[in-house]
């Protein structure tokens, strides 16, 4: 079975700082990558994946995340943080035949991690 | 707003109860998925259906039951529930089907059971 460590369960910035996230999946073949952000009292909202075509994978505001196969690797930047951040984030990986034998995917999450940004 | 419409926001019951929470998805989209977030376990993987069908269980309880009615609307069913039921439970659509993972979920605002 697939699984995803995110490293760093709370990080904090100051606001205009680079956020990183991290995110190391465990996977024998390149699976599909996804980071979800998730606000207070709110559901998952993708934020983007990767799907195997370009590693560096851009999403919305201003997210982007890189791909490295050597590392098993999916970390989360952003340039410049902003109050609006402040948010619990996922990383995903796609899961396959594990809880079935008809080869169905699942999403399978890491416990995440928790966003503040300082004034 | 999602599109993933789940009913009722927030529940409260007493232990040793039933509940039933609802969840219609995204227009279009043939598949469903049940989580479980908890504190402790975070979000886990309860179930999936595929156009009325039953396609994969995850960390389910034998308490725990689900369906998708031919509307594609989905319920989950939660019975003689304890203490530790107490979570937030999301659905999500998605538009590919159960061998395509490349299109993600799109989740619901979820609902918030709190069993006394």
């Known amino acids: 079975a697939q699984s995803v460590t995110q490293l760093g369960s709370h990080v904090s910035v100051s606001e205009g700082a680079l956020v990183l996230l991290r995110c190391n999946y465990s996977?024998?073949?390149?699976?599909?990558l996804f980071w979800y952000v998730q606000y207070p009292n709110q559901g998952l909202q993708l934020l983007l994946k990767?799907?195997?075509?370009?590693?560096l994978v851009k999403g919305i505001n201003g997210f982007e995340a890189e791909f490295k196969k050597s590392e098993t690797s999916f970390h989360l930047t952003k340039p410049s943080a902003h109050m609006s951040d402040a948010a619990e984030y996922f990383c995903?990986?796609?899961?396959?035949?594990?809880?079935?034998?008809?080869?169905?995917?699942?999403?399978?999450f890491g416990k995440g991690t928790k966003l503040s940004v300082i004034p | 707003d999602s599109g993933v419409t789940q009913t009722p926001k927030h529940l409260i019951t007493a232990t040793g109860q039933r509940v039933t929470l609802r969840c219609s998805p995204r227009?279009?989209?043939?598949?469903v998925y049940w989580y479980q977030q908890s504190l402790d376990q975070g979000l886990q993987f309860l179930i999936q259906?595929?156009?009325?069908?039953?396609?994969a269980k995850g960390n389910i309880l034998e308490r725990f039951s689900a369906q998708q009615f031919p509307d594609l609307h989905s319920e989950l069913n939660l019975s003689s529930l304890e203490l530790g039921d107490s979570a937030l439970y999301f659905c999500?659509?998605?538009?590919?089907?159960?061998?395509?993972?490349?299109?993600?979920?799109?989740f619901g605002s979820g609902t918030r059971l709190t069993v006394v």
């Open positions: 999500a659509s998605s538009a590919g089907g159960p061998t395509e993972p490349r299109y993600g979920y799109t």
């Open positions: 996977s024998s073949v390149p699976p599909y």
């Open positions: 990767y799907t195997s075509a370009a590693t």
């Open positions: 995903a990986v796609s899961d396959r035949g594990v809880y079935s034998g008809a080869g169905s995917y699942q999403l399978t």
């Open positions: 227009s279009g989209d043939l598949s």
């Open positions: 259906y595929y156009n009325g069908e039953e396609r």
